[in-house]
Structure formats: structure tokens, C-alpha cells
């Protein structure tokens, strides 16, 4: 009997937790995840896990011969430009197939106030023209970026609360996990008395909400761009992942 084919799963997304929950279905394929370990509890999907980085591009190179990686899909988050690079540089140098899965960015629709913007540092510079009570979706990491603006009072969502010690602009944190609600997303808006949003482009449905309340309540969007990604085969969701693991390997 043939050994099955090895995938590893870049993961830390809602499609990539799916992926892997189905991938390990197919018969003769053997699924790893690795996540990048910066929430305290994620989602595991895959009995094969690992938590941590890699450490850089030869660290994964390493790992992808050790393991004897047969195939690399990259379905970490639309934001985490650096381990997509990496992770396009490793399988060309281990000479394995490698995928992106990237789920569709947001589009700006009737009714959006959209200011976009290409970096955190950019929307900061944008809110104190805006508003003076912000709702801030951007996640942990990005908080400095905004931490300057101590005149303005800042309702702060993310899954884990910030590091000690870290620069935090004043207001409220939220330690919540998607996916939200549209009722939950406009009472919250309505009850903090929200003059802005900042949020990224990370498409998806958990957090789309948001948007779909800021539109009702006239709320402009702060909405920071995606990074650029490397060249590759890319694909838009897990239907076509699992056709690639199919037919690619």
C-alpha cells in the first residue's frame, strides 16, 4: 500500500480549520496544522498539530524535509504577509506544490462609507478628523499604531487581551471571538455611541456584520487594505482546496 501523500496546512483562519477537519477525510492523505500559537485557545481542528513558528524561511524548509511535506497550503490570515512569503519561498526550495487559500476581500457597496487606507498608521491619522469614540477591529498586534491618539476613546475588540506592558490607546477592551451577530454588532455600535470604525479587509462572514451595521447606522469605515501576496495558485475557499489536495498531489 502506497504511504499517504503529507499535507501541512498553514492555518489560523475559519477555512483553515474547516480544511483540515475535511482534508483528513480523504483517503491517502495525512494532514498536519500548524498554527502560529498567538491566541491562548484556538481552534483545533486536526488530530496532527503543531503550535509555534518556524523560524523563518529555513526553519520551514526544515520542518517541510523532516516531516516529508508533500504539499504546502498556506490558509492563514489575509494579514500575515511575512509567513505567506515565507511560506511561498519554502516549497519552491523543497520543490513541493504549494497553495494559497485567500477567502474574497469585502467590496465596497451601496450605502458604505469607506475611507481605505494602506496601513494602520495611515487610519490612525484619519481619526481625529473623523470621530472621538472609535470601534477598533484590528486585533492585538496593532494596537500602538494607535496608541498616541490619547484624546480619543477607543472600544477595542480582540480574542486575547494585550501583552503586558504594551501600548494601549485609552478606552475599552472586548475579549470576544467571532462570528457576531447583526443585532449584536448595531447594539453595540448604538450603546458606545460609535463615530467610527477601523477595521481590516479580511473578508470572510464572522465579522462581516459590522459593516452591514455601520452601513445602517452611517457609520464610516476606516477600512485598512490587504498586503500584497506572493505569486502562486491561488484559490478563494475550501471547495476548491480540497479539489487541489485531489488532483494536485
Request: proline share 6%; with cysteine.
Amino acid at each position: 500500500m502506497a504511504n499517504p501523500k503529507r499535507v501541512l496546512i498553514l492555518g489560523g483562519t475559519g477555512d483553515a480549520t474547516e480544511l483540515a477537519a475535511r482534508a483528513a477525510e480523504i483517503p491517502g492523505v495525512e494532514v498536519i496544522t500548524s498554527l502560529a500559537g498567538r491566541t491562548r485557545q484556538p481552534v483545533v481542528s486536526c488530530k496532527s498539530t503543531r503550535i509555534g513558528g518556524f523560524g523563518g524561511v529555513a526553519g520551514l524548509i526544515h520542518y517541510l524535509r523532516e516531516q516529508q511535506i508533500d504539499g504546502l497550503i498556506d490558509a492563514t490570515h489575509p494579514f500575515a504577509a511575512q509567513i505567506s512569503f515565507n511560506a511561498a519561498a519554502a516549497a519552491t526550495e523543497v520543490g513541493i506544490p504549494h497553495l494559497m487559500l485567500i477567502r474574497p476581500a469585502w467590496k465596497r457597496t451601496e450605502g458604505d462609507d469607506w475611507i481605505e487606507v494602506e496601513s494602520n498608521a495611515a487610519a490612525a491619522a484619519k481619526l481625529p478628523e473623523l470621530a472621538q469614540r472609535i470601534f477598533l477591529t484590528i486585533g492585538r498586534q496593532e494596537l500602538a499604531a494607535f496608541a498616541h491618539l490619547g484624546d480619543l476613546w477607543f472600544l477595542m475588540r480582540m480574542i486575547d487581551p494585550p501583552l503586558l506592558n504594551a501600548a494601549v490607546p485609552p478606552g475599552k477592551l472586548l475579549l470576544e471571538r467571532g462570528p457576531f451577530s447583526l443585532d449584536d454588532e448595531r447594539s453595540l455600535l448604538q450603546q458606545y455611541k460609535i463615530g467610527a470604525i477601523v477595521s481590516k479587509n479580511s473578508g470572510g462572514a464572522a465579522t462581516y456584520a459590522k459593516i452591514i451595521a455601520a452601513r445602517e447606522l452611517r457609520i464610516p469605515v476606516v477600512m485598512v487594505q490587504r498586503p500584497q501576496t506572493p505569486n502562486g495558485k491561488q484559490v478563494d475557499n475550501v471547495e476548491n482546496s480540497l479539489v487541489w489536495i485531489t488532483n494536485g498531489l
